[in-house]
């Protein structure tokens, strides 16, 4: 019977905490409110708050109180870099944001993965990505002016660019070669993401091919690196899927 009654205890401020009833920060009604409250003794309650803490929920102070501790975060796991798949199931709420299109002349890496000559320009676009108002992750794409004839900023926007644009394009896309690293926020993603300069994120770098080994594009992308999980499958036959190509 004991065990039933701490677990009811329990059980009820933890769907407080969870339903945001008793909000981060909130102190936790004193033990003899709950024990008023459940009708049940002062042990009892105690055990139903150390369980509490056990997992995380409440932080105790002595001679203060129990305070109910924020909440963090999920974060959102990306399967083999498959973004559109991962916004479909995870975040279909998500908006995204053209922050710039327009052409200009390419920075000399962004021309040597290109295949650009000096004289040649691309598309440059920024798009930023956001739910609730919260920027989770922007990106940076290059294109070849050649490869833009049909885009427009209604396009850009859409999650499912990439298969839009080449269809439009009339282009086939091979694979997608991604290379990821861990960094700190440099000054334009601390400004884009609103995060603090140096904070933890995940740049990835995604060049797209033609089944002729042609470089089609170039996309950078800057993910929170407290909103975001990279994970990788490994499969028998030695394939992996990126952005919904096989690699």
């Not at 490869?147 to 394009?169: P, Y």
């Not at 929170?224 to 394939?239: A, E, I, K």
Request: glycine residues 4%.
């Amino acid at each position: 019977m004991a065990d039933v009654t701490y677990r009811k205890v329990y059980n009820v401020l933890r769907e407080k905490i969870i339903d945001k009833t008793l909000p981060a920060g909130e102190k936790v009604p004193p033990e003899r409110v709950l024990c008023d409250t459940f009708g049940v003794s002062r042990i009892t309650v105690r055990h139903a708050l150390q369980m509490l803490q056990d997992q995380g929920l409440v932080e105790r102070f002595p001679g203060k109180g129990t305070f109910v501790r924020p909440m963090r975060e999920k974060k959102m796991p990306i399967l083999d870099m498959d973004y559109e798949k991962y916004v479909k199931n995870e975040a279909p709420d998500i908006e995204r944001k053209l922050l710039t299109n327009e052409v200009i002349a390419p920075p000399e890496h962004i021309m040597r993965l290109l295949g650009l000559l000096k004289s040649e320009e691309c598309l440059l676009i920024e798009r930023l990505d956001v739910i609730n108002s919260d920027p989770l992750s922007y990106d940076m794409g290059y294109i070849p002016l050649n490869f833009t004839a049909s885009i427009d900023e209604d396009m850009l926007c859409k999650v499912e660019f990439l298969r839009l644009w080449e269809k439009s394009e009339g282009l086939t896309i091979s694979y997608v070669q991604s290379a990821t690293e861990a960094i700190g926020a440099d000054a334009v993603a601390a400004k884009r993401l609103q995060i603090p300069m140096n904070t933890p994120i995940l740049l990835t770098t995604d060049l797209v091919y033609s089944p002729e080994g042609k470089p089609l594009a170039v996309f950078i992308t800057a993910y929170r690196g407290d909103r975001y999980t990279l994970v990788s499958t490994n499969y028998s036959n030695h394939q992996r899927y990126t952005n919904g190509y096989t690699l």
